[in-house]
């Protein structure tokens, strides 16, 4: 009885234990469906501590670390993760595990995942992104070491980014002064909520003061990226949803971002009012003005999002009315983060985005919106870009120099405003490799200093070059989309071609293209079998009837002398040196004559063609009368030969 009672007590303390663990798994998802990242970690890993080593705690605890930007802490969740037996896994965590492995320099890792991913979701933009760009890290490192960048004074301990520019005043969002009481702190990452700050620069570009903008912007609520209009007057900015400067949520407890617009009237920010594509079932931000000012860019997972956000433009009329928002499409948007845009006065986008190749994190990336669908997503390169999030790039085209937010070490707070100069400008041109070889038809040889050109559909040169010693060719190419060709061209042959198509700016490799000789009229006195590098006309022991083997060979003479109907040619016959020399004499003329008439036969005018018998008198070796020579040393002798007399 004392044993069983021991047992009951032991079970009842392992079920109310088990109930206790259940109740902190309850609290810890409820936490994470209500977006309270931070406390959520900490009780996820208490869990983990205690032994628990579920599917879905490591998938929440690497996405809370995720959507925290903490990506070493994601990384290692995730590989806890993918170390489980039988995991139901999304090809997702594949793409956020592989982002993460960057975090930590591990680039040949990140890639291989990104080859599982790929095969799991082939048609995924990021895929297809990482298909074309296998060589991302060396494209990076071309484009890096064109900034030279600082970390700003105006900094604060806590977050401090998206950054613009009024007048000569740098326009920020910080969470600096928000206070620590609990209604001012925001559970995602345990931080103050955000407020707009401006920053005002001395004659030489120092920011001496740093001051708080009006109330009337600045509410209990997120208050971020902002954008100006040139004269200063119009203002965009990001806010959460809220109603009289407090939050409101939708159905899943998400307060979603808005964009809103004011007017400076008496030196105030009046007339605050949200724009009308706005919406509470999904956010818009990031506000970012065109050159001319009639286009707003700007972030949103509104519907006809590829991702989980895209950047899209909406006309502004000249009423100061919308349009209808457009998304940029794929060549920009991608399944992941496209976020941040800045518009520069010669019609550059800057963003931010997870779903191109990039080093890790939010890489800064830059498209030339002229070049009207040609253009290229291209990364600007370290060190804008590290392993961590780089965002809210903005620059003067003028002086070169701007500004960009990060989060990587070694900054003052969670993020860092830097300040840059452009030292070198990007390339942002969609180039393409064209290359190949040229090579002899016959010999296979390949061909040194030939000369190539790419046409396109409508025999416009798009480049040209010329073979290396070794016969190969590279040049760059059209990304337009659609068929063209390479033509080679050298002395002493015809001009050869092989065609091909661009797509998706793809690069066309390996491309071969073939050169016959050109087949001139021979000088007097040339033997066409030599000239032409065809087989001897050899005929059987004792016979002067056209063999089927020789026919092939003299349907090249017939190819030549259609080409040139001019030329004449005398047959000169032989024999080898068995039977008596007048036999031989005769048999040689008989062989000249069959020769002469298969040419005839053929179509060429009987005036054109005369022929001669030599016997044995013309042997190709020694293998004379009396002298022992093998059946192959004799079948040399017994030819036809195509001798030039006239042209």
Same mark, same amino acid.
């Given at each position: 009885?004392?044993?069983?009672?021991?047992?009951?007590?032991?079970?009842?303390?392992?079920?109310?234990?088990?109930?206790?663990?259940?109740?902190?798994?309850?609290?810890?998802?409820?936490?994470?469906?209500?977006?309270?990242?931070?406390?959520?970690?900490?009780?996820?890993?208490?869990?983990?501590?205690?032994?628990?080593?579920?599917?879905?705690?490591?998938?929440?605890?690497?996405?809370?670390?995720?959507?925290?930007?903490?990506?070493?802490?994601?990384?290692?969740?995730?590989?806890?993760?993918?170390?489980?037996?039988?995991?139901?896994?999304?090809?997702?965590?594949?793409?956020?595990?592989?982002?993460?492995?960057?975090?930590?320099?591990?680039?040949?890792?990140?890639?291989?995942?990104?080859?599982?991913?790929?095969?799991?979701?082939?048609?995924?933009?990021?895929?297809?992104?990482?298909?074309?760009?296998?060589?991302?890290?060396?494209?990076?490192?071309?484009?890096?070491?064109?900034?030279?960048?600082?970390?700003?004074?105006?900094?604060?301990?806590?977050?401090?980014?998206?950054?613009?520019?009024?007048?000569?005043?740098?326009?920020?969002?910080?969470?600096?002064?928000?206070?620590?009481?609990?209604?001012?702190?925001?559970?995602?990452?345990?931080?103050?909520?955000?407020?707009?700050?401006?920053?005002?620069?001395?004659?030489?570009?120092?920011?001496?003061?740093?001051?708080?903008?009006?109330?009337?912007?600045?509410?209990?609520?997120?208050?971020?990226?902002?954008?100006?209009?040139?004269?200063?007057?119009?203002?965009?900015?990001?806010?959460?949803?809220?109603?009289?400067?407090?939050?409101?949520?939708?159905?899943?407890?998400?307060?979603?971002?808005?964009?809103?617009?004011?007017?400076?009237?008496?030196?105030?920010?009046?007339?605050?009012?949200?724009?009308?594509?706005?919406?509470?079932?999904?956010?818009?931000?990031?506000?970012?003005?065109?050159? %001319?000012?009639?286009? =707003? $860019? /700007?972030? *949103? !997972?509104?519907?006809?999002?590829? #991702?989980?956000? @895209?950047? +899209?433009?909406? &006309?502004?009329?000249?009423?100061?009315?919308?349009?209808?928002?457009?998304?940029?499409?794929?060549?920009?948007?991608?399944?992941?983060?496209?976020?941040?845009?800045?518009?520069? %006065?010669?019609?550059? =986008? $800057? /963003?931010? *985005? !997870?779903?191109?190749?990039?080093? #890790?994190?939010? @890489?800064? +990336?830059?498209? &030339?919106?002229?070049?009207?669908?040609?253009?290229?997503?291209?990364?600007?390169?370290?060190?804008?870009?590290?392993?961590?999030?780089?965002?809210?790039?903005?620059?003067?085209?003028?002086?070169?120099?701007?500004? /960009?937010? *990060?989060?990587?070490?070694?900054?003052? #707070?969670?993020? @860092?405003?830097?300040?840059?100069?452009?030292?070198?400008?990007?390339?942002?041109?969609?180039?393409?490799?064209?290359?190949?070889?040229?090579?002899?038809?016959?010999?296979?040889?390949?061909?040194?200093?030939?000369?190539?050109?790419?046409?396109?559909?409508? *025999?416009?040169?798009?480049?040209?070059?010329?073979?290396?010693?070794?016969?190969?060719?590279?040049?760059?190419?059209?990304?337009?989309?659609?068929?063209?060709?390479?033509?080679?061209?050298?002395?002493?042959?015809?001009?050869?071609?092989?065609?091909?198509?661009?797509?998706?700016?793809?690069?066309?490799?390996?491309?071969?293209?073939?050169?016959?000789?050109?087949?001139?009229?021979?000088?007097?006195?040339?033997?066409?079998?030599?000239?032409?590098?065809?087989?001897?006309?050899?005929?059987?022991?004792?016979?002067?009837?056209?063999?089927?083997?020789?026919?092939?060979?003299?349907?090249?003479?017939?190819?030549?002398?259609?080409?040139?109907?001019?030329?004449?040619?005398?047959?000169?016959?032989?024999?080898?040196?068995?039977?008596?020399?007048?036999?031989?004499?005769?048999?040689?003329?008989?062989?000249?004559?069959?020769?002469?008439?298969?040419?005839?036969?053929?179509?060429?005018?009987?005036?054109?063609?005369?022929?001669?018998?030599?016997?044995?008198?013309?042997?190709?070796?020694?293998?004379?009368?009396?002298?022992?020579?093998?059946?192959?040393?004799?079948?040399?002798?017994?030819?036809?030969?195509?001798?030039?007399?006239?042209?």
């Amino acid at each position: 009885m004392k044993k069983a009672k021991y047992m009951f007590c032991g079970l009842a303390l392992l079920g109310c234990m088990a109930q206790a663990q259940e109740r902190k798994l309850k609290k810890a998802e409820t936490k994470f469906s209500d977006f309270a990242y931070a406390p959520a970690i900490q009780s996820y890993e208490d869990l983990v501590a205690d032994g628990y080593t579920q599917e879905q705690i490591f998938k929440n605890l690497g996405n809370a670390n995720y959507y925290n930007a903490k990506y070493v802490e994601a990384s290692k969740w995730y590989g806890r993760l993918f170390e489980l037996n039988e995991a139901d896994i999304d090809p997702e965590y594949m793409y956020r595990y592989a982002q993460t492995l960057k975090s930590l320099e591990k680039y040949d890792a990140s890639d291989r995942w990104m080859h599982r991913f790929k095969e799991a979701k082939a048609n995924d933009q990021r895929a297809v992104q990482f298909s074309k760009n296998s060589d991302y890290l060396e494209r990076i490192e071309a484009n890096s070491g064109r900034y030279e960048i600082r970390n700003l004074g105006l900094n604060s301990k806590v977050s401090d980014f998206a950054p613009s520019f009024h007048g000569r005043d740098l326009i920020f969002s910080t969470a600096r002064d928000s206070g620590l009481i609990s209604k001012n702190i925001h559970k995602w990452n345990n931080a103050s909520f955000l407020n707009l700050y401006k920053a005002t620069q001395d004659g030489q570009g120092n920011f001496i003061t740093v001051d708080k903008l009006s109330r009337k912007l600045n509410k209990k609520t997120h208050e971020s990226s902002t954008a100006f209009t040139k004269d200063g007057t119009t203002m965009y900015f990001t806010r959460n949803n809220s109603n009289n400067g407090k939050f409101l949520r939708d159905g899943e407890g998400v307060s979603r971002l808005k964009i809103y617009r004011a007017t400076l009237v008496d030196g105030e920010w009046e007339n605050i009012e949200e724009l009308p594509f706005n919406d509470d079932s999904y956010s818009v931000a990031h506000p970012a003005l065109s050159p %001319d000012e009639r286009q =707003l $860019y /700007f972030a *949103s !997972d509104m519907p006809g999002t590829i #991702g989980e956000s @895209d950047l +899209f433009v909406v &006309d502004i009329h000249a009423d100061g009315s919308f349009g209808t928002p457009r998304n940029l499409g794929p060549k920009i948007n991608t399944e992941a983060r496209e976020t941040f845009p800045f518009a520069t %006065d010669s019609g550059i =986008l $800057y /963003f931010s *985005s !997870d779903g191109h190749p990039g080093l #890790g994190g939010l @890489d800064i +990336f830059a498209f &030339d919106l002229k070049e009207n669908g040609l253009g290229r997503v291209v990364n600007v390169g370290r060190p804008v870009n590290s392993e961590e999030d780089d965002f809210t790039y903005i620059v003067d085209e003028a002086t070169q120099k701007g500004f /960009f937010a *990060s989060n990587r070490a070694g900054g003052q #707070g969670g993020d @860092d405003i830097y300040g840059f100069t452009e030292t070198r400008p990007l390339d942002l041109k969609c180039h393409t490799l064209i290359a190949g070889t040229v090579k002899d038809g016959e010999t296979g040889e390949l061909l040194a200093h030939a000369a190539v050109k790419v046409y396109d559909n409508k *025999s416009n040169v798009v480049s040209t070059s010329e073979t290396d010693a070794n016969g190969a060719f590279a040049m760059e190419g059209d990304c337009k989309e659609g068929n063209y060709k390479v033509v080679a061209s050298k002395s002493d042959y015809d001009d050869g071609e092989k065609a091909f198509a661009t797509v998706n700016a793809k690069d066309a490799t390996g491309i071969e293209v073939v050169l016959a000789k050109t087949v001139k009229s021979a000088p007097i006195g040339t033997d066409l079998v030599t000239y032409l590098n065809i087989e001897p006309i050899y005929f059987d022991f004792d016979k002067y009837f056209i063999r089927e083997d020789a026919k092939i060979s003299i349907e090249r003479v017939l190819a030549y002398l259609r080409e040139f109907p001019e030329v004449k040619v005398e047959v000169r016959s032989h024999t080898d040196s068995r039977a008596n020399d007048a036999y031989n004499m005769q048999l040689s003329a008989n062989r000249a004559k069959a020769t002469a008439d298969y040419l005839i036969a053929q179509g060429i005018d009987k005036n054109r063609i005369s022929f001669e018998g030599f016997g044995e008198t013309q042997l190709t070796n020694n293998c004379s009368n009396g002298v022992p020579c093998t059946k192959e040393q004799h079948q040399m002798n017994r030819r036809s030969e195509f001798i030039v007399v006239e042209n």
